[in-house]
C-alpha cells in the first residue's frame, strides 16, 4: 500500500499544502523569533542595574526618590509604579459600569437601533488617536478640574477620566460579544418562570457572562496600563507618590516617554528606564494570564 | 512526529540566531557610518554624492532639516535625513558610529561621562546655532523681573507665593521641564547655578508647545522656554534686570543660552563636512538660524567652553 502512494506523481493539490504549510510556519516561526528576542532585549537591559550593582532591586521597587541627575544619584521607581497601579484601576473603576451599561443596553435593551447606534459610536472611540485623547484631555478635563477641585487640575484623577474613555470601547465590544452569545434558552427560562426583564439580567445573564465581562475589563487595563502619550500630557509627571487625585504624578510609562531620548544607552538612568519597560511588560503578563484564567472560567 | 521534532530544532537555530544579534547591537558593533564615505570625487569642483545621517535634540531639528532641503537642493547627489529622539539618543548614535552626525543641546562630555567619557573625547564637536531660555511666568503673576536668588528659591520650594517677590497673592506653581533635559540642564547651569530636585506637586513636561499652553493656562505657573517661543500667552521675565533679547545674548550680558551642537565622530568625511561648513555659511546663518528663532553661531561675541567658562571674543 505504501510503496504503492510513493510512486504515484506528486499531485498539485499536494504541492499546495506543502507550500501553505511552509509559509505559515515560516509567519509563526518569525512571530515567535520576534517576541522571544524582545523579551530578551528588554529583560537583559532591565536587569542590567541590578546585576552591576549600580542601584538594588529593592530600592528600585520601593525607593520613593527618583533623582538620577543628582549628586547622589536615587532611582526609586515606586511613584511611577503606583501612579501606573493608580491611574488604571481608577480608569476601570469608572469605565466598567459604564461600559457593560452600554454593552447591556446594545444586547438586551434595545438590540435594535441600540445597536445600529452604539456600536458605530464606540468603535469610533478606539479609532481616535491617543495625542487627540490627551489634548483633549489637557484643554478640557484639567481646566475642568482646576476649577472645581483644589489643585491644577492635572494628576491622577485627568489621567484616570482620559484613560476611562480610552478604554470604554475594549470593554463594551467584549462585554456585548459574551452578552450575545448567551444562548437564548437561559433567558427564556427565566421569562418562563416569571422573572422580570431586571431579574434576569440581575440574576441570570450578568452572573452568567461575569467572567467573560472580567475579561473585557482586564483587556482595558491592559491598554490603560501601557498608554503613555495621553497620560503623560495631563498627570503632570512630577516623580512622588501624589498625596491627592488632584496633584502632578508619574506613571511607568509617562517617565520612559519622558526621559528616553534625553538619555544615553548604557547609562545608569538608561538602565533603570529599561527596568520600568520591564516591569511594564511584566505586568502586561500578569494582565494576559489573568485572561486566560477567566477564559477558563468562562463555560456558558 | 519527525515534522515537529524538526521544527522545534529550527525554531531553537533561529532564536539563537537572533538573541546574539541581539548582543551585538547591544555592543553596538555595527557600524552604518562607514558605508556613508562618498562614492565620488575626482578632481576639483566635483559633485558630492553620499548620504548623511543625522538624529538627535529635537530642538535643533527643524533647523537641520530646512539647511539639509536646501542643500540638497544645492547638490543633487547628497542625500540628507534628519532624526529626532532627543539629545541622549543622538550622542548614543553618532558615538557608536549608527549616524553621521549626533545633535545636541549640550556638550557631549555633560551626558557621556563616567565609562563613557573616552566616547565623548573622540566626538568633534560643530556649534552651529545659540538657543537662549527665559524664565516665563503666567501673565497674572504680576512680575517683570526676578533676581537669580529669586528664581533659585523658588525652583527650590522656599518660595512658594507670588506675593514674597512683589506679585499677586497667587501660589506658585512650576511646570518643569524632566530632569534629563538640556533644556533644563542649561537653565539650572547658567539661570539658576545649581541643581534643582524636583519638588512634589512640581509639573514636567516633555515639549515646549506642552510648557507654553500650560504655563498660560495655569495660574500662578513659572516655567522656562527658548526665545523662539515667546509670545503674549506668556509673561517673559527679566533676569536680574536684564531682558532675554537676541541683542542681550550675543553681547553677552544675558547668560542663560547655551549652543546646539552637530557632533561627528572623528573629523567628517567630505560630503558631511561640506554640510556643516554650509550650516555655517551667512546663507544659513543669517537666514534658516535666525528665522527659526535659533541665534547664529557666528554673530555671538562671547563665547563659552564645556566648564561654563565665558571668553570674550
Known sequence: ?300 | MQFRKSWIMALALTSVVALSACGNSNNGGNNAAATNTPTENSGSGAELSGSILASGSTALQPLVEQAAESFMDANSGVDIQVQGGGSGTGLTQVAEGQVDIGNSDVFAEEKLKDADAEKAAALVDHQVAVVAIAAVSNPDAGVDNLTKQQLVDIFTGKITNWSEVGGADQAIQIINRPSSSGTRATFEAFALGTKTEDLQGSVQEDSSGTVKKMIGETPGAIGYLALSYLDDTVKTLNYDGVEPSVDNVVSGDYPVWAYQHMYTNGEPNEVVKAFLDYMLTDEVQNGDVVELGYIPASAMQVSRDVDGNVTKK
Not at chain 1, 216 to 223: I, N, S, T, Y
Open chain 1, 1 to 300: 500500500m505504501r510503496g504503492k502512494t510513493n510512486t504515484k506523481k506528486i499531485e498539485k493539490h499536494h504541492i499546495e499544502d506543502m507550500v501553505g504549510r511552509i509559509y505559515m510556519s515560516l509567519c509563526v516561526l518569525l512571530l515567535i523569533v520576534i517576541i522571544v528576542s524582545m523579551v530578551y532585549f528588554v529583560a537583559s537591559k532591565g536587569i542590567a542595574n541590578f546585576i552591576s550593582g549600580e542601584v538594588k532591586l529593592t530600592d528600585f521597587l520601593f525607593g520613593t526618590k527618583w533623582a538620577p541627575e543628582a549628586d547622589t544619584p536615587s532611582y526609586g521607581a515606586l511613584p511611577f509604579i503606583s501612579g501606573s497601579f493608580l491611574v488604571t484601576l481608577l480608569a476601570a473603576l469608572i469605565a466598567s459600569p459604564l461600559s457593560i451599561c452600554a454593552a447591556l443596553f446594545m444586547t438586551e435593551i434595545v438590540p435594535g437601533w441600540g445597536k445600529k447606534l452604539l456600536q458605530p459610536v464606540i468603535e469610533l472611540l478606539s479609532g481616535i488617536p491617543s495625542v487627540v485623547y490627551g489634548f483633549v484631555g489637557l484643554s478640557v478635563i484639567v481646566p475642568f478640574l482646576r476649577d472645581t477641585f483644589p489643585g491644577q487640575g492635572i494628576g491622577v484623577a485627568a489621567g484616570a477620566l482620559v484613560l476611562s474613555v480610552m478604554i470604554l470601547p475594549t470593554i463594551t465590544s467584549v462585554a456585548a460579544d459574551a452578552l450575545a452569545s448567551l444562548p437564548q434558552n437561559l433567558k427564556e427560562s427565566s421569562f418562563a418562570l416569571g422573572a422580570t426583564r431586571w431579574q434576569t439580567i440581575s440574576r441570570v445573564i450578568l452572573p452568567t457572562t461575569m467572567p467573560a465581562i472580567m475579561t473585557g475589563v482586564v483587556l482595558g487595563m491592559a491598554r490603560a496600563f501601557g498608554e503613555a502619550l495621553a497620560v503623560q500630557m495631563v498627570i503632570g509627571n512630577a516623580p512622588f507618590v501624589p498625596r491627592s487625585l488632584f496633584e502632578s504624578a508619574s506613571t511607568l510609562t509617562s517617565v520612559i516617554t519622558l526621559s528616553m531620548g534625553n538619555t544615553t544607552m548604557g547609562s545608569t538612568i538608561n538602565n533603570a528606564l529599561w527596568s520600568m519597560a520591564l516591569v511594564l511588560m511584566l505586568m502586561t503578563f500578569v494582565f494576559v494570564l489573568l485572561v486566560r484564567m477567566l477564559e477558563r472560567r468562562n463555560k456558558i
